[in-house]
């Protein structure tokens, strides 16, 4: 029992020394988004890969404009024309080449839909699912809905809290249900929370 005690104390002094827990909140803020519309995936930044999910500045002139961001000017989308350019399912990974991050813990964001080819905030339902090496982690899929109040032509974004089953996974898929038939809507996602466990061995 004493040998089986010393090697778990064993174990637990190597999974501390050999991975570490980091705490992001991604704003998108520091990307360059010069162009007015842009369908190319945001790629690896802040340590996670985002697939089928690009970025763009909100201004009066770009395709998000319906959307107020929850922080700087910068956010992150994902919508048909996303995955007709990029062939990807919009998803957020630790799992790419040279990758040093194991799983990470995904905690919440803000989100908000525009239909009407992009113009005007939409009524939507997100879903979100958490995969670890692979498989659908049990009980990790959690739903969203955004609800514009009025006819208004731009909303503020609603927080998303993901529940427990979230804690640890490597992968995260998110799909987008619409309010009636918007061919051309879209999903924004900015100030995403989450904690990344580095692998330093």
Not at 163 to 179: G, H, M, P
Request: proline share 3%.
């Amino acid at each position: 029992m004493a040998r089986f005690q010393q090697l778990l104390i064993g174990v637990s002094a190597f999974l501390a020394l050999t991975t570490s827990a980091i705490e992001i909140l991604s704003t998108f803020d520091d990307i360059d988004t010069d162009q007015l519309v842009n369908f190319a995936s945001i790629g690896v930044y802040n340590g996670l890969d985002f697939l089928g999910i690009s970025a763009v500045d909100v201004g009066p002139e770009t395709s998000v404009a319906g959307i107020i961001p929850q922080s700087g000017s910068n956010v992150a989308y994902y919508g048909a024309l996303n995955a007709i350019t990029t062939s990807e399912t919009p998803s957020i990974t630790a799992r790419y080449e040279i990758s040093t991050i194991g799983q990470f813990a995904f905690q919440s964001f803000y989100y908000g839909c525009l239909g009407a080819l992009a113009a005007v905030p939409v009524a939507c339902t997100i879903t979100v699912q958490g995969f670890l090496d692979g498989l659908a982690v049990d009980d990790a899929v959690n739903e969203f809905e955004f609800e514009p109040s009025g006819v208004a032509l731009s909303a503020a974004m609603q927080e998303a809290t993901l529940s427990a089953a979230f804690a640890n996974v490597d992968t995260v898929t998110l799909s987008t249900v619409y309010d009636g038939p918007q061919p051309a809507s879209i999903t924004v996602l900015d100030s995403m929370s989450y904690a990344i466990v580095v692998n330093t061995a």
